[in-house]
């Protein structure tokens, strides 16, 4: 028993020992990366001619080698130091001669060692985005849309080409811009470990019912969150209440109905959306599916997937029901003229028309997107990696992109924008019409 208990306190410490190890080896690797792009004690970088990949380049007339790989300590001391080669030679006098100590030579090794991998899709001529996809009509669009946006920088950004992979493996791109929500999750999970995949701008599956708005550390989307959202909806039916309601009633009724009782998300969502009920003088009465409103006429936010909708709509009279575009709005089409007249959808970012259809909303939304992509590319500067995006994007203030609007993130705050439609479903088009904007 005794045994067994030692055997297993020494497996811990061993694990516990190895996190420290790991830990102490990123901080090695990053605090190298430093010096590599920055240099050392404001001597010249190492980047200006071994290249962002280390793989080696020509400046001023002369090839640099490449450094990638795990060099022998020995030799990159000697190189460092005296400015003398794995052969013995001297090297060209432009090779700076360091005043770099111990520890400094470790992190430089460290980085070394891992060079090319911090960054994968990125060359001096190409940076590779990826974009997960399915194969219909929705994947079609927003594809076209973030196309779109490409085709502004036909050159390129300092000189990269943006090329767009569809569906790659997470090691072949720099940077994840566009897809749908399905897809982002085998991005972020990546297999690289040396540093994050950035994710900017996933857009949220039409026709699924998702209410969590917990987001992924370098994911940044440009839409509201779903407390925002759901807020926005309250906004707008309180709105209609007070146009129905006598001028003496001091609270507007309005009842909630939603069908996933076992969602966490949800629950979460519910109890912020009871205080801010509060808040504005509202009586919001919950009901979990199937149950009929109390009064006719009352206004009613249905939180809910499309398989009731038909359902909710003849159980509630003659009142507006409010709901997410995303969630239900591929099967509003499908409604009867007179059902579809009673509904007031909530699409949470702005498209380009007063009238359009899902698809051209998201192309809309993809297309904005890669403008935020390439204005953060633009202000991170030639000399590219995942921290330099990363720190952009979390600096991104009040960025407009035409017929979407303004987006900002910061630390701590990666939905980039608040702003929304209401929209009116056309059956007999196949189209909705905006009502009003945000």
Not at 32 to 52: D, I, L, P, S, T
Not at 346 to 351: A, H, I, K
Not at 362 to 386: F, N, P, W
Request: net charge neutral; with cysteine; glycine share 10%.
């Amino acid at each position: 028993m005794m045994a067994r208990s030692c055997a297993a306190l020494g497996v811990l410490l061993w694990m516990f020992c190895a996190g420290i190890a790991n830990a102490a080896d990123d901080q090695a690797w990053q605090r190298g990366q430093v010096m590599y792009h920055k240099g050392w004690n404001g001597q010249a970088a190492c980047v200006r001619c071994h290249g962002n990949l280390g793989q080696g380049k020509e400046e001023g007339g002369l090839q640099a080698p490449p450094l990638a790989g795990k060099p022998d300590r020995q030799h990159l001391q000697r190189a460092l130091l005296e400015g003398v080669g794995g052969n013995g030679q001297l090297l060209h006098p432009l090779m700076p001669r360091y005043h770099i100590d111990a520890a400094g030579l470790d992190d430089m090794l460290a980085y070394l060692s891992v060079i090319g991998k911090d960054t994968p899709g990125l060359t001096d001529t190409a940076l590779r985005v990826g974009i997960s996809l399915p194969d219909n009509v929705y994947g079609a669009a927003i594809q076209a849309g973030l196309t779109k946006a490409f085709d502004q920088v036909p050159n390129g950004v300092y000189g990269r080409k943006l090329e767009l992979f569809v569906n790659p493996a997470p090691d072949q791109v720099f940077v994840e811009v566009a897809s749908l929500q399905s897809g982002v999750q085998a991005a972020s999970s990546s297999t690289i470990e040396v540093n994050r995949l950035a994710v900017i701008g996933s857009l949220p599956v039409p026709g699924l019912a998702s209410f969590s708005d917990t987001l992924a550390q370098d994911s940044f989307h440009l839409l509201p969150s779903m407390r925002e959202q759901v807020s926005a909806l309250l906004a707008q039916a309180a709105l209609y209440a007070r146009g129905v309601a006598s001028s003496n009633r001091a609270t507007q009724q309005l009842t909630l109905i939603y069908d996933q009782g076992n969602d966490p998300a949800l629950h979460v969502l519910l109890k912020e959306l009871r205080q801010q009920a509060r808040v504005n003088h509202q009586s919001l009465r919950e009901q979990i599916w199937s149950a009929k409103v109390r009064q006719p006429g009352e206004a009613v936010i249905y939180m809910g997937s499309a398989a009731n909708l038909r359902e909710v709509l003849a159980a509630t009279g003659e009142g507006l029901v409010y709901a997410s575009a995303i969630h239900i709005g591929p099967a509003s089409l499908q409604l009867p003229p007179v059902q579809a007249a009673r509904l007031r959808l909530l699409l949470p970012w702005r498209t380009s028309s007063p009238v359009f259809d899902l698809p051209t909303a998201y192309s809309d939304a993809a297309c904005a997107a890669g403008m935020v992509l390439i204005e953060t590319l633009k202000r991170s500067g030639r000399q590219l990696g995942h921290a330099e995006l990363l720190q952009q994007l979390n600096q991104l203030r009040d960025f407009t992109v035409p017929g979407f609007g303004a987006i900002s993130f910061h630390s701590g705050q990666h939905y980039g924008s608040s702003g929304g439609q209401l929209l009116a479903v056309d059956v007999e088009h196949g189209i909705f019409k905006v009502l009003r904007r945000w």
